[in-house]
């Protein structure tokens, strides 16, 4: 009798301590708002990489990566060659998210690294779970120069790129 009350107290330990992973579903999507002094523009991440854990039915780990190789325009190869070189794509080619803690249960607490420069961001997000996955959908504002990197120019310094764009994200993650 002994042994069997051990085992379900055992079992209900690992039950209740017991975490789930997802990965990066090929439905998610990420895109990138700005301005310049012409016309307004968007680029779209179209290599996008992460995972997640949750535990005790909570956000407990993201790891996510977008390909500054693969982020692209529809305004053709200047302006991604132009992208690409603001980004550092050749020693940072990566922009990579790692969660650190989550507040209220929507706000992702975590550490942007983008051309080679880390930050601490809080981004607000609504997340949607269900049985096989996970959506998490929001924006974020970013400050290029928060972040060492100085707006492209084109046309001799007569285009300008703002300084702030705006990411937006709707990303899918399904149970491993």
Same mark, same amino acid.
């Given at each position: 009798m002994k042994n069997i009350l051990l085992l379900f107290f055992l079992g209900i330990l690992i039950v209740s301590n017991a975490q789930s992973s997802y990965t990066l579903s090929a439905d998610s999507k990420l895109t990138i708002d700005g301005t310049s002094t012409v016309h307004s523009w968007t680029v779209t991440a179209n290599t996008l990489m992460g995972d997640l854990t949750v535990k005790d &039915? /909570?956000?407990?780990?993201?790891?996510? &990566? /977008?390909a500054v190789s693969d982020i692209m325009s529809e305004r053709g190869p200047t302006m991604d060659n132009k992208m690409h070189a603001a980004l550092k794509k050749e020693t940072h080619p990566k922009v990579v998210f790692v969660l650190e803690q989550v507040e209220n249960d929507s706000v992702l607490v975590g550490h942007l690294t983008i051309a080679g420069t880390k930050?601490?961001?809080?981004?607000?997000?609504?997340?949607n779970f269900n049985e096989d996955s996970i959506k998490i959908i929001g924006e974020k504002k970013i400050i290029l120069q928060d972040f060492g990197i100085e707006p492209p120019t084109a046309m001799f310094g007569q285009i300008i790129v703002g300084d702030e764009v705006t990411v937006n994200f709707d990303l899918v993650f399904t149970k491993e």
């Open positions: &039915e /909570v956000l407990n780990v993201i790891n996510f &990566e /977008v930050k601490n961001i809080e981004i607000s997000t609504t997340c």
